[in-house]
């Protein structure tokens, strides 16, 4: 049957370029930041692919629809993509979808692609010469498919981001380990060190990187349904049952700033696990599992800065936005009620705050009704240095906040024992009651301009603490700096 899609695709590929290079040489092909300092990415996972099955021709038409929507710099093919014999005939029409689109693409395999007739090294060797592709075996460690891809800047040779690919395997060494493999200690070494490496050339700060591998590590499971995840999460989590340590090594190295993966048909959200994005891509293939429409995901790196955004596109429809570093999405930007700021004139920096004591203080309603107001004043600092006292004490902290710029914010409150903070009037971040220390988060739209700000906080018994931090779309998640808070 002809698709819808044929003629508008067909239209779009007659204009179609290279971005990265002259021709479909891969070794001729540097990936660099357009001149307007964006690069993009389609991410394209669980294909599936039957040479032999009908609906092979649909799942070529979703990515050609894809390549010709989003005009990307880079298709990354996230794995289970060559899945039934014949596998040769099947990795070369793969290849021929991107030659065809002049698309630079990578790979990563999944667990299914050395169950169709070839091995894991057998595809990137066959892969090797086809035009445009810019994936590699990779050094001799475990797996096939161990590469890091350098983005140069758009006006010098100059690597500016890192897009690390990975390989998780297939099933472990014996069934007692579980259903799946993971990454191994030789490849996290590898991955440290070519981290380490880039960072050394850049002047010792770590570059922006994103991760792309097969199979979810164990960290998607403490995002999964969760508040601030974004997206459909319609299974489980199928990782390992073994936590390999690949994410505490992205922690340590502070270079990667999202994990793309495949592998569960019905998810493709993404969420925030300590300031790193994990995300599903959009299953692609018509032959593979799930309801979900077929797809890929976008994710549009921005040069110089520690910043992407992300989103799913289909042939019918762009969806999911979501920035990173903030953790926000276009829809919360779009349905959210924005708060208007006062007018101020000429304030000065620091906060009011009133200190109370005594009294046994299990939520902040026990302030007034069992505490004594001892001293008021002013702080330049939002922390508990006003405090005379160790136990059963209460602040409460009043002034203004500037913004910077229109947009969503999302504040925390970390505190032991109980916190609340209002902007504007509305209380955003409820941390109240008496508990061990304990994050709570937020999200407030807010105009440009000077808002009421009030913090709240009681010390119970032993072990205070208090930390607020906010982020927007433009700003990655801080402690509160001191230069925004005002009194009128």
């Given at each position: 049957?002809?698709?819808i899609?044929s003629?508008?695709?067909?239209?779009?590929?007659?204009?179609?370029?290279?971005?990265?290079?002259?021709?479909?040489?891969?070794?001729?092909?540097?990936?660099?930041?357009?001149?307007?300092?964006?690069?993009?990415?389609a991410?394209?996972?669980?294909?599936?692919?039957?040479?032999?099955?009908p609906?092979?021709?649909?799942?070529?038409?979703?990515?050609?629809?894809?390549?010709?929507?989003?005009?990307?710099?880079?298709?990354?093919?996230?794995?289970?993509?060559?899945?039934?014999p014949?596998?040769?005939?099947?990795?070369?029409s793969?290849?021929?979808?991107?030659?065809?689109?002049?698309?630079?693409?990578a790979?990563?395999?999944?667990?299914?692609?050395?169950?169709?007739?070839?091995?894991?090294?057998?595809?990137?060797?066959?892969?090797?010469?086809?035009a445009?592709?810019?994936?590699?075996?990779g050094p001799?460690?475990?797996?096939s498919?161990n590469?890091?891809?350098?983005?140069?800047?758009?006006?010098?040779?100059?690597?500016?981001a890192?897009?690390?690919?990975?390989?998780t395997?297939?099933?472990?060494s014996?069934?007692?380990?579980?259903?799946?493999?993971?990454?191994?200690?030789?490849?996290?070494?590898?991955?440290?060190?070519?981290?380490?490496?880039?960072?050394?050339?850049?002047?010792?700060?770590?570059?922006?990187?994103?991760?792309?591998?097969h199979?979810?590590i164990?960290?998607?499971?403490?995002i999964?349904?969760?508040?601030?995840?974004?997206?459909?999460?319609?299974?489980?989590?199928?990782?390992?049952?073994?936590?390999?340590?690949?994410f505490?090594?992205?922690l340590?190295?502070?270079?990667?700033?999202?994990a793309f993966?495949?592998?569960?048909?019905?998810?493709?959200?993404?969420?925030?696990?300590?300031?790193?994005?994990l995300?599903?891509?959009?299953t692609?293939?018509?032959d593979?599992?799930?309801?979900l429409?077929?797809?890929?995901?976008?994710?549009?790196?921005?040069e110089?800065?520690?910043?992407?955004?992300?989103?799913?596109?289909?042939?019918?429809?762009?969806?999911?936005?979501?920035?990173?570093?903030?953790?926000?999405?276009?829809?919360?930007?779009?349905?959210?009620?924005y708060?208007?700021?006062?007018?101020?004139?000429?304030?000065?920096?620091?906060?009011?705050?009133?200190?109370?004591?005594?009294?046994?203080?299990k939520?902040?309603?026990?302030?007034?009704?069992?505490?004594k107001?001892?001293?008021?004043?002013?702080?330049?600092?939002?922390s508990?240095?006003?405090?005379?006292?160790?136990?059963?004490?209460?602040?409460v902290?009043?002034?203004?906040?500037?913004?910077?710029?229109?947009?969503?914010?999302?504040?925390?409150?970390?505190?032991?024992?109980?916190?609340?903070?209002?902007?504007g009037?509305?209380?955003?971040?409820?941390n109240?009651?008496s508990?061990?220390a304990?994050?709570?988060?937020?999200?407030?739209?807010l105009?440009?301009?000077y808002?009421?700000?009030?913090?709240?906080?009681?010390?119970?018994?032993?072990?205070?603490v208090?930390?607020?931090?906010?982020?927007?779309?433009?700003?990655?998640?801080?402690?509160?700096?001191?230069?925004?808070?005002?009194?009128?």
């Open positions: 049957m002809k698709s899609f003629a508008a695709i067909l239209l779009v590929l007659l204009a179609f370029g290279c971005k990265q290079g002259d021709n479909g040489n891969s070794g001729a092909i540097k990936l660099r930041f357009n001149s307007d300092g964006h690069f993009k990415i991410q394209f996972t669980d294909l599936h692919w039957e040479d032999a099955s609906n092979s021709a649909r799942t070529k038409e979703v990515i050609l629809h894809i390549l010709a929507a989003e005009q990307p710099d880079l298709a990354i093919v996230t794995g289970d993509v060559v899945t039934a014949p596998a040769a005939e099947g990795w070369e793969i290849a021929k979808i991107f030659e065809e689109a002049k698309m630079p693409w790979l990563t395999l999944g667990n299914h692609d050395d169950e169709a007739g070839m091995t894991r090294s057998e595809v990137f060797e066959a892969l090797s010469g086809a445009y592709f810019v994936g590699e075996a001799t460690i475990s797996g498919g590469y890091v891809l350098p983005i140069f800047a758009s006006g010098a040779d100059e690597v500016r890192l897009l690390y690919c990975l390989d395997h297939n099933r472990p014996a069934h007692k380990y579980g259903h799946y493999d993971w990454v191994h200690f030789d490849q996290l070494a590898w991955y440290r060190e070519q981290s380490n490496r880039y960072t050394a050339e850049n002047r010792n700060g770590p570059l922006p990187a994103l991760a792309f591998f199979i979810p164990k960290e998607f499971e403490e999964h349904q969760k508040e601030n995840t974004f997206g459909t999460a319609n299974e489980g989590v199928a990782s390992s049952d073994i936590n390999s340590g690949l505490a090594s992205f340590e190295m502070q270079d990667v700033m999202g993966v495949g592998h569960d048909h019905n998810n493709d959200y993404i969420g925030m696990r300590y300031d790193i994005a995300a599903f891509g959009r692609t293939g018509i593979a599992y799930g309801d429409q077929r797809g890929g995901r976008i994710i549009k790196l921005y110089g800065e520690r910043r992407f955004d992300t989103w799913v596109r289909t042939p019918s429809v762009k969806e999911l936005v979501y920035y990173y570093p903030s953790g926000l999405s276009a829809d919360e930007e779009d349905a959210m009620n708060l208007l700021p006062k007018p101020v004139n000429n304030p000065s920096q620091g906060l009011r705050y009133r200190y109370y004591e005594g009294g046994r203080l939520q902040l309603a026990d302030t007034s009704r069992n505490a107001l001892v001293h008021v004043g002013t702080t330049e600092h939002l508990l240095d006003v405090a005379t006292a160790r136990d059963s004490f209460a602040i902290f009043k002034g203004l906040i500037k913004i910077p710029s229109r947009g969503v914010y999302r504040f925390y409150t970390y505190s032991d024992d109980g916190s609340q903070l209002s902007i009037g509305h209380l955003v971040v409820d109240d009651g508990h061990n304990r994050r709570k988060d937020g999200k407030v739209a105009e440009a301009g808002h009421d700000f009030e913090l709240a906080y009681f010390e119970d018994y032993m072990g205070e208090l930390e607020v931090g906010y982020a927007s779309r433009l700003i990655s998640e801080r402690v509160l700096p001191d230069s925004i808070l005002f009194v009128p």
